[in-house]
């Protein structure tokens, strides 16, 4: 109890220090507001709480408010107008009082202040899309901000303006992205080859849809181009499809078996031979060379579903399955008159039995761990090829066997180039399917001469060697004509030159009535396949032979060309060549030669003075 009755007073003591501490503070922050405020403003604070600053067009609005009430003269309010013009002096120092504490404010935080006043009304903004946007964006920021007696219409509109803007210059940059993508709808360089199948025996690549790109090439829509590689010694196994092929030997030899109801066929294919598979027919391809890999091009015609083709195999191995395991148990024990677990072991290839028949052969792997493409053995290949045969040699083409490109004259030759060509009216195998093939080779610096086809659209396969081609077509002024095309576009219409470099393995495309030229920078050799072939007619622009425009009457040409008629008679006899021309121009070679008797003078001339 002693000891409460000491700290008692001790607490009392503390509690009276902090009471005085606490007085002087607020005495000094009262001067300190007693400065700020006048007496007439402290009084009205007292009485009303202190309230965040309003926007002054707000305030306008409600000033004026407060004057068409007053002027209305309701008679509830019984104020005289000495309170009224009391009040609105009240106001009016309020007011400037505000403007005050708002210019005193940080920057900051008045912009901060500003910018939530704004996003009442105004939608989130997106990042900016360059640096030049930003910068202008902050720009109209700063005036907004400055100058904030302007009404919130005019901001939005700026606003959407912006916006506006912005759009379109996404939507400019994204057509000229697709304008980048479509540069050349004709073309498709090897690696646009999508891989169908590969194991280290050999490969199996198809290209992509011609019309998946542009809808220009609508009418290839049904067909598509394969490439077969394979290794010395190998074999790929027997299937049939759904689809007609016309197949090519590019490079490398071949031995093709071609299996039918009631016989079988085998021939032996050297490189430039072509053969055409029907649909339905079962096949395998052999390589029997020993150290010349294979490759085969094929154009497949689907006849189920356009554009989409199916391999059907017999077997099974680790990457397909054979057509036989989709028939059910009770369907396969009445087909094959077997059990079931006999049938599974012998065709289907269940994986136990698989490796107990392969421990007890011995084996260390079986060909259906091989996948599509397996080795065959030298004995194997003897058997295969004992009763194969040849392809036909000149004159017309058998109506099953295969047949060589260059078996028959070029229709087109000279020094600088040849140009095969087998039509539909000559080879029975292609009437039905209304298909020519052509081969053309083109030795280095040699160019084929400007033509057209008149009816036939030719899917190109580059097989050896590189140059660049270059196509005329003709370019829709408005972007929608290339997407939704009328059967006769009559807007306005540009010549448009689609050129691209050319090298083995590419594709491009000729349509129909789309002149066209070639340029060999190395000898190049180039596999047609010509689509609606029948009656078609090749038109050279150029040349001493088969040239259209030599075939003008004179006064048609004198009205067609804008120099004298002389001078257009002259300059169409000026090529000598006809379908291949030495693609270095006349005027270069000609300095060219100046060149070499300039280099000539001086070294004749002192010799001459030495003897």
């Known amino acids: 109890m002693a000891k409460m009755r000491v700290r008692l007073p001790m607490l009392i003591l503390l509690l009276g220090v902090v009471f005085l501490l606490a007085a002087s503070i607020g005495i000094a922050y009262g001067e300190k507001d007693f400065t700020k405020n006048p007496p007439k403003e402290r009084e009205e604070e007292e009485h009303e709480p202190r309230q965040q600053p309003r926007p002054r067009q707000q305030e306008e609005q409600e000033r004026e408010h407060r004057r068409e009430e007053k002027h209305d003269g309701e008679p509830s309010r019984g104020r ?17 009082h505000r403007e005050r504490e708002q210019e005193q404010q940080p920057r900051p935080q008045r912009r901060q202040e500003e910018e939530e006043e704004e996003e009442e009304w105004q939608p989130r903004r ?86 998946q790109r542009t809808n220009r090439l609508e009418n290839l ?85 356009p554009g989409k083709l199916y391999d059907f195999y017999p077997s099974t191995t680790k990457d397909q399955q054979s057509y036989f ?77 295969p047949f060589n490109l260059r078996s028959n004259k070029p229709i087109y030759s000279n020094k600088f180039g040849n140009f095969y060509e087998i039509t539909p009216d000559i080879n029975p195998q292609f009437q039905d399917l209304n298909i020519s093939l052509t081969f053309t080779e083109i030795n280095e610096g040699a160019l084929l001469l400007p033509h057209y086809n008149s009816k036939a659209i030719f899917i190109v396969v580059v097989d050896e060697g590189e140059g660049n081609y270059e196509l005329v077509g003709i370019r829709d002024q408005q972007r929608q004509q290339d997407e939704q095309e009328e059967e006769y576009e009559q807007g306005e219409e540009e010549v448009r030159r689609y050129s691209d470099k050319l090298s083995k393995g590419d594709v491009f495309i000729i349509p129909a009535g789309h002149p066209l030229s070639i340029n060999a920078s190395s000898n190049l050799r180039l596999l047609g396949f010509g689509i609606n072939a029948n009656e078609n007619q090749r038109n050279f622009l150029a040349g001493s032979e088969d040239n259209v425009i030599k075939q003008l009457d004179r006064e048609v040409k004198e009205l067609t060309f804008p120099g004298s008629i002389e001078d257009v008679e002259r300059l169409i006899k000026n090529q000598q060549q006809s379908y291949f021309a030495n693609a270095q121009p006349q005027q270069q070679q000609q300095r060219e030669k100046e060149g070499r008797r300039g280099r000539r003078g001086p070294i004749s001339s002192i010799l001459n003075a030495l003897y």
């Open 325 to 401: 395991s989709g028939f059910s148990k009770n369907t396969l024990e009445a087909t094959f008159n077997t059990r079931y677990e006999e049938i599974e072991r012998v065709l289907l290839g269940d994986d136990e039995l698989q490796e107990n028949e392969k421990q007890r052969r011995g084996q260390e792997q079986s060909h259906q761990d091989e996948g599509v493409i397996v080795r065959v053995s030298k004995k194997q290949i003897q058997e295969l090829r004992k009763h194969a045969q040849s392809s036909s040699g000149e004159g017309k083409p058998s109506e099953s066997g």
């Open 126 to 211: 997106q990042r900016p899309q360059s640096r030049r946007e930003e910068r202008e964006e902050r720009e109209q920021e700063q005036g907004s901000s400055s100058g904030s007696q302007r009404g919130g219409g005019d901001e939005r509109r700026q606003h959407r303006e912006r916006r506006v803007h912005r759009e379109e210059r996404e939507q400019e940059q994204d057509s000229r992205s697709d304008s980048r993508r479509q540069r050349n709808p004709y073309h498709f360089s090897s690696n646009r080859f999508q891989t169908y199948y590969r194991n280290r025996n050999g490969q199996i690549r198809v290209l992509e849809r011609f019309n």
């Open 221 to 305: 829509q049904n067909y598509r181009i394969i490439e077969f590689q394979s290794k010395p010694n190998t074999l790929i196994l027997p299937k049939h499809s759904d689809a007609d092929f016309i197949l090519v030997v590019l490079n490398g030899r071949a031995t093709i078996t071609i299996v039918n109801p009631d016989k079988r066929q085998v021939y032996n294919l050297e490189q430039g031979d072509a053969l055409r598979l029907p649909a339905g027919t079962t096949s395998y391809i052999l390589n029997p060379d020993d150290n010349q890999n294979l490759r085969v091009a094929k154009l497949a015609i689907p006849i189920n579903n």
């Open 80 to 96: 005289s107008q000495s309170e009224e013009s009391q009040e609105e002096e009240h106001e009016r120092r309020r007011e400037h």
